[in-house]
């Protein structure tokens, strides 16, 4: 599976994105996406993920209750709604794809990677 992230963007301390992960080949469904991000000098970080089934995704602590991660297997997207955006929230953002595990926190866990889209938080 090829993977697309867009979406980002600059805004103020307070408001709000929304991220797109665009997937092109077969089988969607049945994988995991996992939104990572990463500033310079710094590892690359578990943000959130998806598994086939929605109700039990799960999110780093920085970002619970701000941030909500979705997906429309019909249009072979998963999305990362993120709200009242911090200035520590600035990263480049990277969807990854993994059908061997479902909840995994671990980029190594994950196969497939988008290209990466700029956060950028003003305060």
């Known amino acids: 599976v090829q993977l697309q992230a867009s979406g980002g963007g600059l805004v103020q301390a307070g408001g709000s994105l929304r991220l797109s992960c665009e997937a092109s080949?077969?089988?969607?469904?049945?994988?995991?996406i996992g939104w990572f991000r990463q500033v310079p000098g710094k590892e690359r970080e578990f943000v959130a993920v998806i598994p086939w089934n929605p109700n039990v995704a799960r999110y780093a602590d920085a970002v619970k209750g701000r941030f909500t991660i979705s997906r429309d297997d019909a249009k072979n997207a998963v999305y990362l709604t993120m709200n009242n955006l911090k200035p520590e929230d600035t990263a480049v953002y990277y969807c990854a794809g993994t059908r061997r595990t479902i909840r995994s926190t671990i980029t190594s866990d994950y196969d497939y990677w988008g290209q990466g889209t700029q956060v950028t938080v003003s305060s």
């Open positions: 080949g077969r089988a969607f469904s049945s994988y995991a």
